[in-house]
């Protein structure tokens, strides 16, 4: 019941946008978003819950489709400090989260 | 937030044998879970530990390979059974905020087996 997650790797400019996609094949309670740098534990973003409801967090934000079962994370003006692994976590009500297939992000100068 | 000390750090361990990952929270949780992170990968769902009742595990981990103690609600151990270089790999665990809003990990064990 692994969320997928697209596209699976990202390059982009200081200052570019970029969304990241998350599906999932079971019906979801809510969605998480992390960040993950190499060699660290995974950061929470920002959590969204079934309704529909879009969050922001400075200039990142996120979606959530509940009857799709899809959200999206979207990054925009793109700083060097984004750069890394963005995990979806999935729950489906059990109080356990699963995490989606990463999106590796990669900002340059 | 949550702290969590988690240890060892890293291991290198010879394969055959079995290595215990030691978890502490700062705080009482109703669960703690533990992840597995092979290189590159995204973090699988080991199981959830809770206190007072026998952990429950995800498909394709067992309790015979990963057995899971939680003798009280700040603290929790992963033993790694019988080791192969398959089982090399990064193992977190992790809990919840009170309102299960937000997942907190501890630094990792990064495990390599020889």
């Known amino acids: 019941q692994q969320p997928v997650q697209s596209p699976q790797a990202v390059i982009l400019r200081e200052g570019e946008d970029a969304v990241i996609n998350c599906s999932s094949s079971?019906?979801?309670?809510?969605v998480h978003w992390y960040r993950q740098k190499h060699g660290e534990a995974p950061v929470f973003l920002m959590i969204?819950?079934?309704?529909?409801e879009q969050k922001g967090h400075e200039k990142i934000s996120a979606s959530f489709n509940e009857k799709k079962q899809q959200s999206s994370l979207y990054l925009t003006a793109s700083q060097l400090s984004y750069s890394g692994t963005y995990f979806c976590?999935?729950?489906?009500?059990?109080?356990?989260?699963?995490f989606g297939t990463g999106t590796r992000l990669t900002v340059i100068p | 937030s949550a702290v969590i000390s988690q240890k060892p750090s890293r291991d290198i361990c010879q394969r055959g044998t079995s290595l215990t990952i030691q978890c502490q929270v700062d705080?009482?949780?109703?669960?703690m879970f533990w992840y597995r992170q092979q290189p590159g990968q995204s973090l699988t769902l080991i199981a959830t530990?809770?206190?007072?009742?026998?952990?429950?595990?995800e498909s394709g981990f067992v309790i015979d390979k990963f057995p899971i103690s939680r003798p009280n609600l700040t603290f929790s151990t992963l033993t790694v059974s019988n080791m192969s270089p398959e089982d090399s790999s990064i193992y977190l665990c992790s809990v919840f905020s009170p309102m299960n809003t937000e997942a907190f990990f501890g630094q990792g064990t990064r495990l390599t087996v020889v």
């Open positions: 705080s009482q949780v109703t669960m």
């Open positions: 976590g999935t729950e489906t009500g059990a109080n356990n989260l699963f």
């Open positions: 969204l819950l079934k309704g529909g």
């Open positions: 530990a809770n206190q007072g009742s026998e952990a429950t595990y």
């Open positions: 079971k019906a979801l309670y809510s």
